[in-house]
Every structure is written in structure tokens, then in C-alpha cells.
């Protein structure tokens, strides 16, 4: 399948389903809607303030590369940075100035585009933030080259992807392949096929750094978090037994399912 083929595919999989929108049955575009998604993001994942750091930003060019229903988005309006948004899909820019109109805020820019061909100039922005998302586009390499030439000189990225030496990785090849007898496909073929989007990649902590080291970056750190999908906390307590027995054998946050990766473009 052709690059564009599978981006094709990947948006509309996503407009279909705007990423967070699932957890609502409230009716579309309502302020109830929209926190009945904030409430559960935060609750399933709740390391993104911690990495976000959204109050520090006041002032400050922020670009979010995949906006999604906009739960981070309206974070970042709500610290008062001048926040910039992308996304490949009509329906989360939708949803993003949905939401920013029932709370009174305003963006500097919405708009639908690859992130493999961010629609802004160099050196623009202090920080671009991206969570979960580059993963799903064909191309990773060149979405983080396009975050990295539109940061400022000393600019900060914060993105997260999948990482695949995960517990749920491992869990989620039992399911697709060991238990439907096919023990043979991998990881990346098992995620690739059967992780939401087609095309879904993740990626190991030397793979991470060696797409970084080929950029003008500095200061890069790169870590790893067990997380609500590795622990199952949504299945029964047995099955959450099993997920801290395997996250004692695989070193605990080691073998968590989110990468954060931090990172400053060098001056």
C-alpha cells in the first residue's frame, strides 16, 4: 500500500471516530459532550499534565500537531498561550472550535494539514506538542523533521507515541496472534494491523533516538510510563493481577505503553 493510500485510510478512520470522542453519549458538540470527553482523558491518562506543563506557556507560540476532540487544545487556551492547532481530519477541527466557542476562547489557528507538511514557516513557534499522533502517519521521520523546522531556535517539542516493547503491546499480540494461532507475526505486523488506525507504528527507545539524532536537536529525553492500557485497569481484578505481575518482570515503566519524548531544537 502506497504512503498516500494509507494516510488516505488513516483519515477517514479518524474522521469517522474523532480520537476521545467515544467517551461521551452526550450529544454532539454540547458542553456536556465536551466534559464528559475532558473528564475521562484525564482520568485514563492522567501523565499528560505532568508532561505538558500547560500553565508555564502564558505568552507563548504553542502548536498541537493532531487536536483531536480538543481536550488539550482548550488547555492550552485556558493558560493563555496563543495556541496554533493542526489535524488531518475536518472533524476534529470541527470539534476543536466547537469547544473553544462554548468556553470563550479563541485560537490563532485552526486548520486541516499533514503533519508531514506543516503549513507554518521556520523557526516559529516555542513549543509543538503532539500526543499520540505522528505514530499514525506513514512517514514519522519526516513529521518530526516538520516539528523540528517549524520550532523556534530553543524551542521545546513534547510528543508521545506507542512504545512496542510495552505490556500491552505483548498482551495485544497474544490476542491477535498467539490465541488465533499465528505466533509467528510480530509486534509492529500485530499493532499495524489491529491498533486502531491501519498503519499504527511503535517504536523501541533506541528507534526514538536514532529518528532524533539525525535532527538539529539537543537536550533530548526519553522516557517511558505504565499506564491505565498496561495496567488493564478496565478488566476484571484478575487480570489486573497478571498486569503487575508482568510489570515486575519487565521493570516496571520500562514496559509502559506511552513514550514521552522532550527534546529542545538547538539554537
Known amino acids: 500500500m502506497s504512503d498516500e493510500k494509507l494516510k488516505y485510510e488513516v483519515k477517514d478512520y479518524w474522521n469517522n471516530e474523532t480520537c476521545g470522542s467515544w467517551s461521551s ?30 500553565t508555564r506557556w502564558y505568552g507563548k507560540k504553542v502548536l498541537e500537531v493532531g487536536v483531536g476532540a480538543g481536550t488539550d487544545f482548550l488547555q492550552w487556551a485556558r493558560a493563555g498561550a496563543k495556541v496554533f492547532g493542526v489535524d488531518l481530519t475536518e472533524q476534529a477541527c470541527e470539534h476543536v ?40 502517519t506513514p512517514d514519522t521521520e519526516a513529521a518530526l523533521t516538520e ?9 521545546t517539542a513534547k510528543i508521545m507515541i506507542y512504545h512496542r516493547h510495552s505490556i500491552l503491546s505483548y498482551l495485544f499480540w497474544v490476542k491477535h496472534a498467539l490465541l488465533k494461532f499465528k505466533p509467528w507475526l510480530s509486534l509492529s505486523n500485530v499493532l499495524w494491523n489491529k491498533m486502531e488506525s491501519p498503519g499504527t507504528k511503535a517504536y523501541t527507545r533506541k528507534e526514538a533516538l536514532k529518528m532524533l539524532q539525525k535532527l538539529p536537536v539537543e537536550n533530548i529525553s526519553i522516557k517511558t510510563v505504565l499506564t491505565y492500557y498496561d495496567k488493564l485497569e478496565r478488566f476484571s481484578p484478575a487480570m489486573q493481577w497478571i498486569a503487575r505481575k508482568l510489570a515486575i518482570l519487565l521493570g516496571g515503566d520500562k514496559a509502559g505503553w506511552f513514550m514521552l519524548i522532550q527534546f529542545n531544537k538547538k539554537k
Open 25 to 54: 453519549n452526550k450529544e454532539k458538540f454540547t458542553k456536556d459532550y465536551f466534559e464528559e470527553i475532558e473528564e475521562f482523558r484525564y482520568k485514563i491518562q492522567p501523565e499528560i499534565f505532568s508532561f505538558a506543563e500547560f
Open 97 to 136: 472550535q466547537h469547544r473553544l466557542n462554548i468556553y470563550g476562547f479563541q485560537a490563532e489557528s485552526i486548520q486541516v494539514a499533514d503533519c508531514e507538511k506543516l503549513p507554518f514557516k521556520d523557526n516559529l513557534f516555542d513549543l509543538v506538542w503532539s500526543w499520540g499522533v505522528i505514530h499514525h
Open 147 to 155: 516539528i523540528v523546522r517549524v520550532l523556534a531556535p530553543g524551542g
